[in-house]
């Protein structure tokens, strides 16, 4: 079996938190989250993303994400669900502490 959506019993529990109080929102028209993420310049942007980018290998979960200069957009979903699944929120979480212990 793969890894399935997240239900609503979950989404009520584990997803709402997220989007209260941490800034991530629901993407339009899609089951997925997002947040926009700002640096001091490039070189902390991609940092950041350097590390996001070694856990994402780690753990086989991969962002959509975008970068101009000191600005990181990133988007999380679970393709093989088509929508937000548990692997979304921990990528999130860790990526949230990345932010938080590195600005
Ligand atoms: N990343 N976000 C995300 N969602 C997936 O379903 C996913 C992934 N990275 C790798 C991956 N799946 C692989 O398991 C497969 O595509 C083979």
């Not at 339009?28 to 950041?48: H, I, L, P």
């Not at 990181?72 to 502490?97: M, P, Y």
Request: aromatic share 10%; net charge neutral.
């Amino acid at each position: 079996m793969g890894i399935l959506k997240l239900t609503e019993e979950e989404r009520k529990l584990l997803l709402s938190p997220l989007l209260t109080k941490s800034s991530w929102e629901m993407v339009e028209n899609r089951d997925a989250v997002k947040k926009t993420f700002t640096f001091k310049n490039f070189n902390e942007a991609f940092g950041f993303m350097t590390r996001i980018a070694l856990r994402a290998d780690k753990v086989d979960h991969h962002p959509e994400w975008f970068n101009v200069y000191n600005r990181v957009e990133i988007t999380l979903a679970t393709h093989e669900c088509q929508g937000l699944s548990q692997r979304d929120l921990d990528l999130a979480k860790f990526i949230d502490n990345v932010y938080n212990t590195s600005t």
